[in-house]
């Protein structure tokens, strides 16, 4: 198993994608390569009005169509990330896993397809996600969607932390003005 070259998925983006059942999944939109090796690895297609991300692993182009190694069932349940300039590490483990491909960390600080692997046992296609997907980047935003994101883990605890320390701030105020009485 491997990434198709870069030259080979120049045209790719507007093409249809169609997965391994022949079932039609939608339009490529972008595509987007691995930051350190330059292999594309993903790309966005809409589905149903929504973006959502394919990988690229094993896909070929036959008779002016993109054919990919996962069903559109699995492609439909994926997990939703808005269309970025790019997917965190976290993020792409989370696609990988979902599709039920291995992955690694030898060839790049991303990760990365393992090129022969033992299938993985992908997440229930039927599962369709609980959460609305984000809202998409549109070429020309000038933050490219980063604003609907939800804070880090470790924002939303520095805010938590924050709300506290106020809380408390606001408590002590009364207890003093109460005793000062």
Do not use: C, K
Not at 55 to 68: F, I
Not at 71 to 77: G, L, Q, S
Not at 102 to 109: D, K
């Amino acid at each position: 198993m491997a990434l198709p070259d870069r030259d080979s998925v120049r045209n790719w983006v507007g093409m249809t994608v169609v997965g391994r059942d022949d079932a039609e999944i939608g339009e490529i939109t972008h595509l987007l390569a691995d930051d350190e090796t330059g292999a594309p690895e993903w790309m966005y297609a809409t589905v149903d009005g929504d973006t959502v991300v394919v990988p690229l692993l094993d896909a070929t182009e036959v008779d002016g169509r993109v054919r990919v190694v996962v069903e559109r069932t699995a492609v439909v349940a994926a997990p939703r990330f808005g269309e970025s300039r790019e997917l965190t590490t976290d993020q792409e483990a989370e696609l990988y896993l979902h599709y039920g491909i291995q992955y690694s960390t030898e060839t790049s600080e991303s990760v990365l397809p393992v090129d022969e692997h033992e299938p993985v046992t992908p997440r229930d296609p039927e599962a369709v996600p609980d959460t609305p997907a984000p809202s998409v980047a549109q070429p020309g935003d000038s933050d490219f969607g980063l604003t609907e994101r939800p804070p880090t883990s470790a924002a939303a605890r520095t805010a938590q932390v924050g709300g506290a320390v106020a809380a408390l701030l606001g408590v002590g105020a009364v207890v003093f003005s109460t005793t000062r009485r």
